[in-house]
């Protein structure tokens, strides 16, 4: 959805160019809508100096904002738990409101002129405002002082300001010279700045959720810049049919809304940029103050992936073309356990030994299968005593093997009918065949268990690494997670720092200016 604000506060559904809501809570012109962290409530400034908190989708008024002074509203920006909103007030206050109170419980005075536009830092630490005069001023909460002061020399009055969604100390700001700065909150310096890209004042600006790098702004020429922030340099430029008077950019990372100051609210798609995806009416030829979209809600992100249909099947792995070892199936979870790892294994190892075992039982002697008779045995030893000479006895123990599993393999009543019966007494050497028999038989079992047990020792150092991969990855993310909350901590920690030293440096000025 998206919210904007002519003369009336209209909400659209960008699929429909007709709008969903249609409500004035103002009497006069309405000058800035946000939405609060669930959509819920939309927040209206005008120029009757007051805040409206609306229903957005009954438009139902849930509450009202109102100070003392008349000054109009020209900028609204809510905490991340929505118990907080900031207001930018045309008197130079800086005006921030408790809404369970529904009072204002801080008041910033520092600005000379108008401020233009508010904005809160990403842990709510800190509020950033600019006003006409060209300042941009940081704000603490935890101290209720100014702790920082920024000034482009030359620059004009600024109209929006916003932080970076990644690099959250970044600030990004809009002149009316046409100029674009982004300032590092931490250092109190220019990280780059951008001239002559704008032909007339800078009325959006926005950095894209998705992409870390890019920056997008708007004008009254027309155009539609987009930068990069990391090589300093613009990167497209997008005309338009109409002056842009503000610019908002969805969460998805590619589509952006613009209002115009013919009164339309035009939706672009970066996929598509050459083309208009939507035109939403409205504003009955009235200049659009303000666009925003609606936020993308984290719960929602998250649940979407688990409300899979009845016929959905997850990927393998072996249909994914990044198919290695140590990446699992494309479902839910990311990596497989340790002890499925470990399953699977023992399943592998327990298959090849099994296949090994089947591939060895034909290569044993037919002797050994099938037990023979007393009448067969006498016949095959017979012609084992004509053909075992007393050269043969003499060669090689390799030899000697060979002929042995030949003959053993011969079907001992062929050659009985070939060969001439001799009627010699029996040889003391006549069980040798069998025995050498055993003995290869027996040396094929231990090459054959010393096979399985080096089989065995590479299966296991390969789930060795599959498990090692698997922890690496865990403890890199676990100490991704911890380096970030320590800079978090430091980040908070050094901001408070420099508070105290601005407020030593005031308590020391105060006493070198005093008088005894």
């Not at 012109?29 to 927040?43: D, P, S």
């Not at 993308?296 to 249909?309: D, F, G, H, L, Y």
């Not at 320590?486 to 030593?504: A, D, K, R």
Request: hydrophobic fraction near 30%; charged fraction near 25%; proline fraction near 5%.
């Amino acid at each position: 959805f998206i919210a904007s604000c002519s003369t009336a506060v209209l909400t659209h559904d960008l699929e429909s160019p007709a709008p969903l809501t249609r409500f004035q809570p103002h009497a006069g012109k309405v000058k800035c809508v946000t939405w609060n962290h669930n959509n819920r409530v939309i927040a209206t400034g005008g120029e009757d100096s007051q805040i409206f908190l609306s229903h957005s989708e009954t438009a139902e008024k849930l509450g009202v904002l109102a100070s003392n002074e008349s000054s109009p509203v020209n900028c609204l920006s809510f905490t991340s738990k929505s118990d907080l909103i900031a207001g930018a007030y045309t008197d130079g206050i800086v005006r921030v409101w408790d809404l369970r109170k529904r009072e204002s419980t801080m008041n910033f005075s520092d600005h000379t002129e108008a401020v233009t536009c508010v904005a809160w830092n990403a842990i709510d630490s800190q509020l950033a405002s600019s006003s006409m005069s060209g300042e941009i001023i940081l704000h603490s909460l935890l101290t209720g002082v100014s702790v920082a002061n920024f000034k482009y020399r030359g620059s004009g009055g600024i109209k929006k300001i916003a932080y970076s969604p990644f690099k959250r100390h970044y600030l990004g700001a809009a002149s009316e010279n046409g100029s674009v700065y982004v300032w590092d909150c931490n250092s109190r310096s220019s990280v780059c700045n951008f001239a002559t890209t704008h032909n007339s004042p800078v009325t959006g600006l926005a950095f894209s959720a998705v992409n870390h790098m890019l920056l997008c702004t708007s004008g009254l020429d027309q155009k539609i810049q987009f930068f990069d922030i990391h090589e300093k340099r613009p990167v497209k430029t997008m005309e338009t049919d109409s002056p842009i008077t503000c610019l908002s950019f969805y969460g998805d990372g590619h589509t952006i809304g613009v209002g115009t100051l013919y009164g339309s609210v035009q939706i672009y798609d970066l996929r598509a940029i050459n083309n208009t995806k939507a035109v939403l009416r409205g504003h009955e030829s009235t200049s659009v103050n303000w666009v925003e979209f609606s936020k993308i809600r984290n719960s929602e992100s998250r649940a979407a992936p688990q409300k899979t249909p009845s016929n959905f099947k997850p990927i393998s792995v072996k249909d994914s073309p990044l198919n290695f070892p140590g990446r699992d199936n494309v479902t839910q979870q990311r990596f497989r356990s340790i002890e499925e790892i470990k399953q699977e294994a023992r399943m592998r190892v327990e298959a090849k030994r099994k296949q090994r075992q089947e591939e060895a039982k034909p290569e044993q002697p037919e002797s050994s299968e099938s037990p023979q008779t007393p009448s067969e045995s006498n016949e095959l030893k017979e012609p084992n005593e004509v053909k075992q000479p007393k050269e043969l006895l003499e060669e090689s123990f390799s030899k000697e093997t060979e002929n042995t599993v030949e003959e053993t393999k011969e079907p001992p009543r062929q050659r009985s009918q070939t060969l001439p019966r001799k009627e010699e007494p029996p040889k003391t050497e006549t069980p040798q065949p069998a025995q050498n028999s055993e003995d290869l038989t027996g040396k094929i079992n231990l090459i054959q268990g010393r096979l399985d047990r080096q089989e065995d020792a590479i299966l296991s150092l390969s789930d060795n690494i599959n498990n090692l991969h698997v922890e690496v990855i865990r403890q890199f993310t676990i100490q991704q997670a911890e380096l970030k909350s320590m800079l978090e901590e430091y980040s908070t920690q050094n901001s408070q720092l420099l508070q105290q030293i601005e407020e030593l440096k005031e308590e020391n000025m105060r006493l070198r200016h005093s008088t005894y």
